[in-house]
C-alpha cells in the first residue's frame, strides 16, 4: 500500500518538477505563483485522499504546517550555513581552526535537539486529529517528498533549486 502511494507522490513531483523547470525561466512572478498554488492544491489533495483525510483533518493538518513551517524552515536554513562553514574549515586540513569547528559541531548538535524537539511537538498536535496509521503515512509522504526535492533542487539551477532559493525545509508538504 504505501510503495504505491510514494511512487504516486514521485511521480506527480517529479512531473510537476520537469514542468515548472521548463516554464519558471520564462514565467512571470503570477504564473509561477498560480503554478506553485496548483501545486499545493493537487498536493493537499494527494495527501488527503492517500491518507484518507476528511476536510476537517486536511484542514488541522494545513493549520499545523503553517505553524511549523517557518520554524523548521528557520533550522533549516541554520543546518546549511552550518554545514558549508564546517565544510570550508575541512577543505582547510590541519589548519582549520580547531575552536570553529568545535563550535560548530556544537551547534549542530544543538540544531539537531531542537529539530527533534519540534518534530516531537508536531507529532503531538498531529496525534490530536490523525490516526497513528495516518501520521505514519504522513511521515513517509513527507520524506518521500524531500528526497524527490532535493533531487530536483540538484538539476536546472545548480543547487539552489527551482526558484533560486529553497522555500521550505526538505521533508515538509507545501502546504
Same mark, same amino acid.
Given at each position: 500500500?504505501?510503495?504505491?502511494m510514494?511512487?504516486? %507522490?514521485? !511521480?506527480?513531483?517529479?512531473?510537476?518538477?520537469?514542468a515548472? +523547470?521548463? +516554464?519558471?525561466?520564462?514565467?512571470?512572478?503570477?504564473?509561477?505563483? @498560480?503554478?506553485?498554488?496548483?501545486?499545493?492544491?493537487?498536493t /493537499?489533495?494527494l495527501?488527503?485522499?492517500?491518507?484518507?483525510?476528511n476536510?476537517?483533518?486536511? @484542514?488541522? !493538518?494545513e +493549520?499545523?504546517?503553517?505553524?511549523? @513551517?517557518?520554524?523548521?524552515? &528557520? !533550522?533549516?536554513?541554520?543546518?546549511?550555513?552550518?554545514?558549508?562553514?564546517?565544510?570550508q574549515?575541512? %577543505?582547510?586540513?590541519?589548519?582549520?581552526? +580547531?575552536?570553529?569547528?568545535?563550535?560548530?559541531?556544537?551547534? @549542530?548538535?544543538?540544531?539537531?535537539?531542537?529539530?527533534?524537539?519540534m518534530?516531537?511537538?508536531?507529532?503531538?498536535? !498531529?496525534?490530536?486529529?490523525?490516526? $497513528? %496509521?495516518?501520521?505514519?503515512?504522513?511521515?513517509?509522504? &513527507?520524506?518521500?517528498?524531500?528526497?524527490? /526535492?532535493?533531487e530536483?533542487?540538484?538539476?536546472?539551477?545548480?543547487?539552489?533549486?527551482?526558484?533560486?532559493?529553497?522555500?521550505?525545509p526538505?521533508g515538509?508538504? $507545501?502546504?
Amino acid at each position: 500500500m504505501i510503495k504505491p502511494m510514494l511512487r504516486l %507522490v514521485t !511521480l506527480s513531483l517529479f512531473v510537476w518538477g520537469t514542468a515548472a +523547470q521548463a +516554464q519558471s525561466a520564462a514565467a512571470a512572478p503570477q504564473d509561477r505563483s @498560480a503554478l506553485e498554488q496548483q501545486f499545493r492544491e493537487r498536493t /493537499a489533495k494527494l495527501v488527503q485522499q492517500r491518507l484518507g483525510l476528511n476536510d476537517a483533518q486536511l @484542514a488541522k !493538518l494545513e +493549520q499545523t504546517n503553517v505553524k511549523f @513551517a517557518p520554524q523548521l524552515r &528557520q !533550522l533549516a536554513a541554520q543546518e546549511r550555513d552550518i554545514r558549508i562553514q564546517l565544510r570550508q574549515e575541512m %577543505v582547510a586540513g590541519n589548519s582549520a581552526n +580547531q575552536q570553529h569547528v568545535s563550535d560548530l559541531l556544537d551547534g @549542530a548538535l544543538r540544531l539537531q535537539r531542537q529539530r527533534l524537539t519540534m518534530v516531537e511537538s508536531e507529532q503531538k498536535e !498531529l496525534a490530536g486529529f490523525l490516526t $497513528p %496509521v495516518q501520521r505514519a503515512r504522513y511521515m513517509a509522504l &513527507q520524506s518521500q517528498f524531500g528526497k524527490r /526535492a532535493q533531487e530536483l533542487s540538484g538539476q536546472g539551477r545548480g543547487k539552489q533549486g527551482l526558484g533560486g532559493q529553497r522555500k521550505r525545509p526538505a521533508g515538509r508538504l $507545501p502546504f
